[in-house]
């Protein structure tokens, strides 16, 4: 069955500083696509980045990168310099196959202070 | 287009009544998924349609919960009686065949149960 693992419940951190969110997950497939999400503050979900299972290269976006490992079955999300508007709940999200259900975990806020 | 649109957004009804919550996806999209977001559960997904098929409705945390998808841009998701532990925000989304593409949210209902 699958499964994601948020530990990080909440981060408080004040600007400039850098901040990695963790997510692990679970599956028995080995074709999978891991997500993630911003719910800011006004609620809705923003999509931010995908990454499917046979590629494990890193990326990066402006102050965004993401860290994918299937050693470890980690997909984690580093902000880099945050900034007040990264304020948010971050969601990993995990789906397999052909486009089945998509699993979310947990959440972990993230509050940036001036 | 307009993006997966929810109504009502916001829903406050006493105990005991009838809820529907509806939703109109994306257009082209052959997927819909029903999410319920609560501070203690965080997003539990509650049932997802194929073509308007249910395909597993496992998340539907029992009877009083019930939902249909008439057809390809429409779908509703019915709680009956309602109770105050129903109190969360909704959310309806979308997305094509494919397992890398992502999920697009609608705006999510808030119902509150009195």
């Known amino acids: 069955a699958q499964k994601v693992t948020q530990a990080q419940t909440e981060i408080s951190v004040v600007e400039k500083e850098d901040v990695t969110l963790d997510c692990v997950y679970e599956?028995?497939?080995?074709?999978?696509?891991l997500f993630w999400y911003k719910q800011p503050p006004s609620g809705e979900l923003v999509f931010l980045i995908r990454r499917n299972s046979f590629d494990e290269q890193n990326e990066i976006s402006g102050r965004y990168s993401w860290n994918f490992q299937k050693s470890t079955s980690s997909f984690n999300f580093t902000i880099t310099a945050s900034q007040v508007v990264d304020s948010a709940v971050y969601f990993c999200a995990l789906s397999e196959g052909m486009g089945d259900k998509l699993i979310f975990g947990t959440g972990t806020r993230l509050q940036v202070f001036p | 287009d307009a993006g997966v649109i929810q109504s009502p957004r916001h829903e406050v009804t006493e105990m005991g009544q009838e809820v529907t919550l509806r939703c109109k996806p994306i257009?082209?999209?052959?997927?819909l998924f029903w999410y319920r977001q609560t501070m203690m559960r965080g997003l539990e997904l509650l049932i997802y349609?194929?073509?308007?098929?249910?395909?597993?409705d496992s998340g539907m945390p029992e009877d009083r919960f019930s939902a249909k998808m008439p057809n390809a841009s429409f779908s509703t998701l019915k709680i009956q009686p309602s109770e105050p532990r129903d109190s969360a925000v909704y959310f309806c989304?979308?997305?094509?065949?494919?397992?890398?593409?992502?999920?697009?949210f609608g705006q999510g209902t808030r119902l509150t149960v009195v």
């Open positions: 349609f194929n073509n308007n098929v249910p395909i597993d």
């Open positions: 599956t028995r497939d080995t074709t999978y696509y």
């Open positions: 989304a979308s997305r094509t065949t494919g397992g890398d593409t992502e999920a697009f």
């Open positions: 257009s082209g999209h052959d997927y």
